[in-house]
């Protein structure tokens, strides 16, 4: 494995695909959202358990 090879690489990883970054991108914040929201509610009923115990 030469310099050559790894200018090689490195020309091929510039290549980025906007639409698929997007996707995933819109898809961890849609995960990120939905785990924050069980999180709250997670949160609420271990106060609801602490008031009711």
């Known amino acids: 494995m030469g310099i ?3 200018n090689k690489n490195s020309k091929n ?3 980025l695909n906007f639409k698929k970054m997007k ?3 819109i898809n ?4 990120v959202e939905l785990f924050l929201n069980n999180f709250k509610k997670f949160s609420n ?3 609801l358990y602490k008031i009711l115990k």
Not at 28 to 31: A, H, I, T, V
Request: charged share 45%; hydrophobic share 20%; aromatic share 12%.
């Open 13 to 15: 990883k510039k290549n």
């Open 23 to 25: 996707k995933n991108t």
């Open 28 to 31: 961890s914040l849609n995960e």
């Open 45 to 47: 009923y271990v106060k």
């Open 4 to 6: 050559k090879d790894f």
